[in-house]
């Protein structure tokens, strides 16, 4: 089992930067792919970005390529999120999560995840 808490996060102008960061404690951290996901108002919650157990690999979703970047420094027992160009659709509670799955395809989906964080807000004013 692994416990999962994020920070990192705050309210920020449009265009600006925030890094998101998720320090996990318990089992063996390097076991977990991670993931990041968001959940807006009246939304459901969606798949940002995941990362592949050593972290050579990574997956960001179509919104947010080009401006999120995962990592992770596993002699830390931390995943990261660096967001920048922030926009006010970014504006959510922001989880980390993690699968004992292999990384793939399947990442994206929630319910590959068994473990999450109790999220961070983020809010992008305009």
């Known amino acids: 089992q692994v416990q999962l808490v994020e920070s990192g996060g705050g309210l920020v102008q449009a265009g600006g930067s925030l890094r998101l960061s998720c320090a996990a404690s318990?089992?063996?951290?390097?076991?977990?792919?991670m993931g990041w996901f968001r959940q807006a108002p009246g939304k459901e919650r969606e798949f940002v970005a995941a990362?592949?157990?050593?972290?050579?690999?990574?997956y960001h979703a179509d919104s947010v390529k080009g401006r999120f970047t995962i990592s992770r420094d596993n002699a830390k027992n931390t995943v990261y999120l660096q967001m920048n160009s922030l926009k006010p659709e970014d504006t959510a509670i922001y989880y980390c999560?993690?699968?004992?799955?292999?990384?793939?395809?399947?990442?994206?989906?929630?319910?590959?995840?068994?473990?999450w964080g109790q999220g961070t807000q983020v809010t992008v004013s305009s």
């Open positions: 318990g089992r063996t951290f390097s076991v977990y792919t």
């Open positions: 999560a993690a699968s004992g799955s292999s990384y793939g395809p399947q990442i994206k989906r929630t319910t590959e995840y068994a473990y």
């Open positions: 990362i592949s157990r050593s972290g050579i690999s990574t």
